[in-house]
Nanobody, 115 residues
Framework: QVQLVESGGGLVQPGGSLRLSCAAS????????MGWYRQAPGKQRELVAT???????NYADSVKGRFTISRDNAKRTVYLQMDSLKPDDTAVYFC?????????WGQGTQVTVSS
């Protein structure tokens, strides 16, 4: 069983920054990609960013240049540095870990961007 625990969400003013963390625990084998997704009220869950074990990244167009994803393979942790936050970034952010054999999700952390 694999568990993903997110932290770092909260309330921030427009233009501010937050850093999300997600630590994985349990039996994880092989090569896997980690990433962040988000879901705003009334909308579908969408990709924010992903990162492979060798550091290849992929970002949604809406966050390019503002968000940075990184990971520490030894700690099995993925981070999301969010800068220049906008009200449209308000959502529940979910951590994800997947490969061809499995696909795990965290419980989500709320990010609210408001003045």
């Amino acid at each position: 069983q694999v568990q993903l625990v997110e932290s770092g969400g909260g309330l921030v003013q427009p233009g501010g920054s937050l850093r999300l963390s997600c630590a994985a625990s349990g039996s994880i084998f092989g090569i896997y990609t980690m990433g962040w997704y988000r879901q705003a009220p009334g909308k579908q869950r969408e990709l924010v960013a992903t990162i492979t074990m060798v550091g290849t990244t992929n970002y949604a167009d809406s966050v390019k240049g503002r968000f940075t994803i990184s990971r520490d393979n030894a700690k099995r942790t993925v981070y999301l540095q969010m800068d220049s936050l906008k009200p449209d970034d308000t959502a529940v952010y979910f951590c994800n870990l997947f490969n061809l054999a499995y696909n795990y999700w965290g419980q989500g952390t709320q990010v609210t961007v408001s003045s």
